[in-house]
């Protein structure tokens, strides 16, 4: 079954900088089954990016997926005060199993 | 607009049993794929089952294989996860998505809670 990795654990930043979390597979993912989701305290976590780099509905264009092989992607251009949360990178491809990264905690600075 | 509201959770024994259900609102209950996915205090997503629009297709996390059972009732437009042998590590807010694309959930509900505790 594939395992994802993310890095960094935790991450500082302020608001304006611009951000890459990384997502890497232990087997290279097909079919670009790869999503992100983001969840803040207390909620239910919110489905950011599907398909490697397609935004879900509603998703602000700051917000951008990419990668390929083992090696993924989320970018965010110019962090908001809201998007401070848990990120968590999911494989959703049915030959290697479906998994969550560990996540990853961005902070403000 | 989509609403998903969990029940049933609650605080058990081990080895006890547990039915959460979901109530599905605000869309096309019948065209969507719908999954459970919990989360362990203070830790990450994990996948627990799914049943596909047509119940046709079901899959299980293997931690709850054989003894957990996902079913979906188009008569009440609910997902129903029924627990059985409960185990402390088990223990999770169980949450109720709805499935774009397989396994690709786009909303949520809140989530119920899931203590397994002597």
């Known amino acids: 079954e594939i395992v994802l990795t993310q890095s960094p654990g935790t991450l500082s930043l302020s608001p304006g900088e611009r951000v890459t979390l990384s997502c890497r597979a232990s087997?290279?993912?097909?079919?670009?089954?790869l999503a992100w989701y983001q969840q803040k305290p207390g909620q239910a976590p919110r489905l950011l990016i599907f398909?490697?780099?397609n935004r879900a509905t509603g998703i602000p264009d700051r917000f951008s997926g990419s990668g390929s092989g083992t090696d993924f992607t989320l970018t965010i251009s110019r962090l908001e005060p809201e998007d401070f949360a848990v990120y968590y990178c999911?494989?959703?491809?049915?030959?290697?199993?479906?998994?969550f990264g560990q996540g990853t905690n961005l902070e403000i600075k | 607009e989509v609403q998903l509201v969990e029940s049933g959770g609650g605080l058990v024994k081990p080895g006890e049993s547990l039915r959460l259900s979901c109530a599905a609102s605000g869309f096309m209950f019948s065209r969507f794929g719908m999954s459970w996915v919990r989360q362990a205090p203070g830790k990450g997503l994990e996948w627990v089952s799914s049943?596909?629009?047509?119940?046709?297709?079901?899959e299980y996390a293997d931690s709850v294989k054989g003894r957990f059972t996902i079913s979906r009732d188009s008569a009440t437009n609910s997902v129903l996860l029924q627990m059985d042998n409960l185990r402390a590590e088990d223990t999770a807010v169980y949450y109720c998505?709805?499935?774009?694309?397989?396994?690709?959930?786009?909303?949520w509900g809140q989530g119920t809670l899931v203590t397994v505790s002597s």
């Open positions: 398909g490697v780099s």
């Open positions: 998505a709805r499935d774009w694309q397989w396994l690709v959930h786009d909303s």
């Open positions: 999911h494989h959703y491809g049915r030959s290697l199993g479906y998994t």
């Open positions: 049943v596909s629009s047509n119940s046709e297709n079901i």
């Open positions: 087997q290279s993912v097909s079919g670009s089954y």
